[in-house]
């Protein structure tokens, strides 16, 4: 019987940055999209165990390309460019939305798309287009609120709460996660291996 994919997490090898056509693995795929700056990266290093894999940057929009990660022999985590950020090129910008919704149109693989929003914002409208659209194709979709350590205890549960209500999520939705303390972290892996397992290509 194969390792568990959280198992596999040491072996994780950088497959390569694409900025269109995304190499098929033979793998089930888990797709990582958030809004600029949401702490996408930060989170993806953190479930691989603190492996510096994703490029942090204090710049927004510093990912213009697909980044693809192949985790051992389990799975591969695919980490999308951040949308939302008024600031990059306009040229740069339109070319996001296409790779994007490409690759979420046409993956074969793909098991799973973590959608990362920050707790400490308010619920933005790209993030319900992404969960609406995500819906409406039947893709399993899981929303991970990132940066819950910023919040203090008693203010998390409603923050989540306002979050599930504003993107019309299911029961269990949003994950409060945080790269620094690592809480959410086994939620979030829980939902990645099932979805991984019953998605083999």
């Not at 194709?137 to 609120?145: F, K, R």
């Not at 993107?167 to 790269?179: A, D, H, I, T, W």
């Amino acid at each position: 019987m194969p390792p568990r994919l959280r198992q596999q997490i040491g072996a994780t090898a950088f497959v390569g940055s694409f900025p269109d056509e995304v190499p098929v693995l033979g793998l089930p795929e888990v797709a990582f999209a958030g809004r600029s700056n949401v702490g996408k990266s930060s989170a993806l290093n953190r479930l691989l165990g603190g492996r510096k894999a994703a490029r942090v940057s204090s710049r927004p929009g510093r990912t213009q390309a697909i980044n693809l990660f192949k985790v051992g022999s389990g799975c591969a985590f695919v980490d999308l460019p951040g949308y939302g950020y008024a600031a990059v090129p306009d040229e740069v910008a339109e070319a996001w939305k296409p790779m994007i919704e490409g690759y979420l149109g046409t993956r074969e693989a793909l098991a799973l798309v973590v959608i990362l929003v920050d707790a400490r914002r308010e619920p933005q409208e790209t993030d319900a287009v992404l969960v609406d659209g995500l819906e409406d194709a039947g893709l399993p979709y899981l929303v991970i609120a990132t940066k819950i350590d910023k919040l203090s205890k008693h203010q998390r549960k409603p923050v989540l709460a306002r979050l599930a209500e504003a993107l019309e999520l299911p029961p269990g939705q949003p994950v409060g996660f945080s790269s620094k303390t690592g809480e959410g972290i086994d939620d979030v892996w829980s939902v990645i291996e099932q979805a991984c397992a019953e998605h083999r290509p």
